[in-house]
């Protein structure tokens, strides 16, 4: 795998887009039954705060950094370093369909609506016909029982796909990719937002707007009353940690170390 620096207490993987993609495919590859996060403010800085979530990120085979924010402090908060650029679930999305379309790995859709699984299901056929969808589920918007859950878990493994991509929100996509661990049996990637632009029902911004940070503006005028205490808070205290842990590298505070 991808070797991690450590932002804010969160072990977060290093590398290009591309390498990540290489990494994936190679974890579906593998069959392992293993889940890839995407770390955003947001999941940083809920892991900073519960560590029962910090080991759900540690124990994930990969971390890429989704926000330019968290990017840019794995450069920041690790002398020696090199940059690293924003590795976003709404990029690598549609890059690893390409791609497992020209390995004839076969992907799954797990999360949001009917809607959305529709129109993804549809851009996917028509731009990428030799890629094989094993199938597709829009679980109900509550807690699953126990007997749900099963079901559902054998109807992913009987379709037998090499990439289940997983839209529930963050925290939820993370805790149940953790939670299914060794149960399905493929790599797991929480994707979110991914769902819906992929599949053309939401708008990015350009890409010289989402260089200058101003994506999660775009996401606050969308959805400001689920968003805006999100972005005010989570936002600020990312900052001041990081100020802070910076603070703490000036005068000598040792760092943890990388690993592999």
């Given at each position: 795998?991808?070797?991690?620096?450590?932002?804010?207490?969160?072990?977060?993987s290093?590398?290009t887009?591309?390498?990540?993609v290489?990494?994936?495919?190679?974890?579906?590859?593998?069959?392992?039954?293993?889940?890839?996060?995407?770390?955003?403010?947001?999941?940083?800085?809920?892991?900073?705060?519960?560590?029962?979530?910090?080991?759900?990120?540690?124990?994930?085979?990969?971390?890429?950094?989704?926000?330019?924010?968290?990017?840019?402090?794995?450069?920041?908060?690790n002398?020696?370093?090199?940059?690293?650029?924003?590795?976003?679930?709404?990029?690598?999305?549609?890059?690893?369909?390409?791609?497992?379309?020209?390995?004839?790995?076969?992907?799954?859709?797990?999360?949001?609506?009917?809607?959305?699984?529709?129109?993804?299901?549809?851009?996917?056929?028509?731009?990428?016909?030799?890629?094989?969808?094993?199938?597709?589920?829009?679980?109900?918007?509550?807690?699953?029982?126990?007997?749900?859950?099963?079901?559902?878990?054998a109807?992913?493994?009987?379709?037998?796909?090499?990439?289940?991509?997983?839209?529930?929100?963050?925290?939820?996509?993370?805790?149940?990719?953790?939670?299914?661990?060794?149960?399905?049996?493929?790599?797991?990637?929480?994707?979110?937002?991914?769902?819906?632009?992929?599949?053309?029902?939401?708008?990015?911004?350009?890409?010289?707007?989402?260089?200058?940070?101003?994506?999660?503006?775009?996401?606050?005028?969308?959805?400001?009353?689920?968003?805006?205490?999100?972005?005010?808070?989570?936002?600020?205290?990312?900052?001041?940690?990081?100020?802070?842990?910076?603070?703490?590298?000036?005068?000598?505070?040792?760092?943890?170390?990388?690993?592999?």
């Amino acid at each position: 795998m991808l070797p991690k620096l450590s932002v804010l207490d969160s072990w977060i993987s290093t590398g290009t887009p591309a390498e990540f993609v290489a990494a994936i495919l190679r974890l579906g590859a593998q069959r392992v039954s293993a889940y890839v996060c995407f770390a955003n403010v947001h999941m940083v800085v809920e892991a900073q705060q519960d560590p029962g979530f910090r080991q759900i990120l540690d124990n994930a085979a990969l971390v890429a950094p989704d926000g330019s924010p968290v990017a840019a402090a794995l450069h920041r908060l690790n002398p020696g370093s090199t940059p690293q650029p924003r590795v976003a679930g709404m990029d690598l999305l549609p890059a690893l369909l390409e791609a497992a379309a020209h390995s004839g790995q076969s992907v799954y859709f797990y999360g949001t609506t009917e809607e959305v699984l529709a129109a993804i299901v549809a851009r996917a056929r028509r731009e990428l016909p030799t890629l094989r969808i094993a199938g597709t589920c829009s679980p109900p918007f509550r807690p699953l029982t126990p007997e749900e859950d099963a079901a559902e878990v054998a109807a992913i493994n009987a379709t037998d796909p090499d990439l289940v991509f997983v839209a529930l929100g963050c925290p939820r996509q993370e805790r149940w990719m953790a939670a299914h661990q060794g149960r399905i049996r493929a790599c797991m990637l929480g994707v979110g937002q991914a769902f819906p632009v992929y599949a053309g029902l939401e708008r990015r911004l350009p890409v010289w707007a989402r260089k200058l940070w101003l994506e999660w503006a775009y996401r606050l005028w969308l959805e400001p009353r689920r968003l805006w205490r999100r972005y005010l808070l989570t936002n600020s205290r990312f900052m001041y940690l990081v100020a802070r842990r910076v603070t703490a590298q000036l005068v000598g505070r040792p760092l943890p170390r990388p690993v592999a």
